[in-house]
Every structure is written in structure tokens, then in C-alpha cells.
């Protein structure tokens, strides 16, 4: 199961919170994955993961309250261990039109570069979805 649940509206952001846990409710204790797409704003800037993206100063105000929501469904999932899930997160700059190369760069958990277009980000989730290699892990994509 693929969930790319996304709400910026300000009055139903815990509507992240709520989808999460009712998918991870459905799934709970079966062999099915959950593969999470959530935001690079839970990625760490620095290498001792002291800051991440969504506390640096020049996170864009308009995307915080989102990036704050995914943060904490990230925070949340990895409190389930009764769950198969992946939680995925683009690079800062997710480009919708970007030219689709057919590689990509993986990061565990901090931020390695700028941008990755829709369509290779695309590649790496299928990629993830037939060869699961992180499990109960997050991972971000960038080109």
C-alpha cells in the first residue's frame, strides 16, 4: 500500500496523523508494507542531526505547517513495529516538470543535494516497492 496523503490546510493538518494511524491500524500485524510518502522538511541539514530542514532559517513559512505535520507522522510511524513500513521523503526542491533520468541518489536521513523531479522519485518508490531494502526505515531521494 502506497499512502501519498497530503493536507496543507491549516485546520485539517492532523489529518495526517489520522490516515497514518488508521492505515497502520489496517495493516497492523500482516506482512503488507506501507510505503509513506512524506517531505524532505524531517531531513536532517546537518550530519550530527542537530537541525533539520523545516528549523533552518530559510524554510519557506508557507510549507512549514505541513512539513511540521509530516515531521510528526514520521515520529509517529516509527513508534509502530507492529507495521511494514517505509516512510520516503523527496529532495527540498520536488520538481513536478523535472527531467525523468533513470538514476537517483539515497539518503538515509540527511539532505545530499537540491532537487529530484517527480518522475525519479517515481522510479525509486517502484524501485523500494519491488526490492525492499528499507523496512521499518526512512530514506530521501535526490537526483
Known sequence: M???FG???PTKLEEHSKSLK???DLLS???QRL???GGAGSLFVD???TMRLVDSPDFPEQFKATALAQTKTLEEIKQRDNVQWTFMSP???FQFDGDRTGTYKISKDEVIGTNVSYADFAIAMVDEVINPKYIQQRF???A
Open 140 to 142: 530521501a531521494v535526490f
Open 91 to 93: 529532495a527540498p526542491d
Open 7 to 9: 493536507q496543507s490546510e
Open 22 to 24: 488508521h492505515l497502520s
Open 47 to 49: 550530519s550530527s542531526h
Open 2 to 4: 502506497i499512502d501519498a
Open 35 to 37: 510505503l509513506i510518502i
Open 29 to 31: 500485524g500482516s506482512e
